[in-house]
T-cell receptor
Framework: GQQLNQSPQSMFIQEGEDVSMNCTSS?????WLWYKQDPGEGPVLLIA?????ELTSNGRLTAQFGITRKDSFLNISASIPSDVGIYFC?????????????FGKGTKLSVKP | DAGVTQSPTHLIKTRGQHVTLRCSPI?????VSWYQQVLGQGPQFIFQ???????GRGNFPDRFSARQFPNYSSELNVNALLLGDSALYLC??????????????FGSGTRLTVV
């Protein structure tokens, strides 16, 4: 099935560093979502973006909806150990009968204490 | 308030068997979607149900089927299990059919292992 191109696949950084990851698609979406998944749990929504060019923050997290509507970026500032997990981007076209999400393959974040 | 609950949490089945997975949405949510997450991959959309009707289907074989009950709970059925069906099966519920991202809540999933 279709999956978005998400990079990097994994990151191993020092606590306090900033983190950047991105997601690209060959298709246009009118909604971009960023999720975090911890082991044994389902994905939890971090940020939702609804407009091309939109920049949205949630605490130390900032995400942007690309102008072309085919990409999105997530930044985490001053990383801490609890940021460890897998981050997924997802594209969605809402408003029709299908609200299904197209996910990326994930970015695994590991933080050194 | 209870979140999305899925049962069982873990399951081991033999190739060729049938399996039924269950999902109870958040109270008041009328839409339920099912996703398959193979190890190391992102979730893949299987089905969406709204008001007991199928509203969307992903690229999965006919061995996969689902239904939604009057209380909005849902079942995912998989027949003739293959080794490749081993995955985490996630259920998500939302208040509306389409959803905007917010309010689209995932359960913790059912880990299915086919041996």
């Amino acid at each position: 099935g279709q999956q978005l191109n998400q990079s990097p696949q994994s990151m191993f950084i020092q606590e306090g560093e900033d983190v950047s990851m991105n997601c690209t698609s060959s298709s246009i979406f009118n909604t971009w979502l960023w999720y975090k998944q911890d082991p044994g749990e389902g994905p939890v929504l971090l940020i939702a973006l609804y407009k091309a060019g939109e920049l949205t923050s949630n605490g130390r997290l900032t995400a942007q909806f690309g102008i072309t509507r085919k990409d999105s970026f997530l930044n985490i500032s001053a990383s801490i150990p609890s940021d460890v997990g897998i981050y997924f981007c997802a594209g969605m076209n809402y408003g029709g009968s299908q609200g299904n999400l197209i996910f990326g393959k994930g970015t695994k974040l590991s933080v050194k204490p | 308030d209870a979140g999305v609950t899925q049962s069982p949490t873990h399951l081991i089945k033999t190739r060729g068997q049938h399996v039924t997975l269950r999902c109870s949405p958040i109270s008041g949510h009328k839409s339920v979607s099912w996703y398959q997450q193979v190890l190391g991959q992102g979730p893949q959309f299987i089905f969406q149900y709204y008001e007991k009707e199928e509203r969307g289907r992903g690229n999965f074989p006919d061995r996969f089927s689902a239904r939604q009950f009057p209380n909005y709970s849902s079942e995912l059925n998989v027949n003739a299990l293959l080794l490749g069906d081993s995955a985490l099966y996630l259920c998500a519920s939302s208040p509306r059919e389409g959803g905007s991202g917010y309010g689209y809540t995932f359960g913790s999933g059912t880990r299915l292992t086919v041996v």
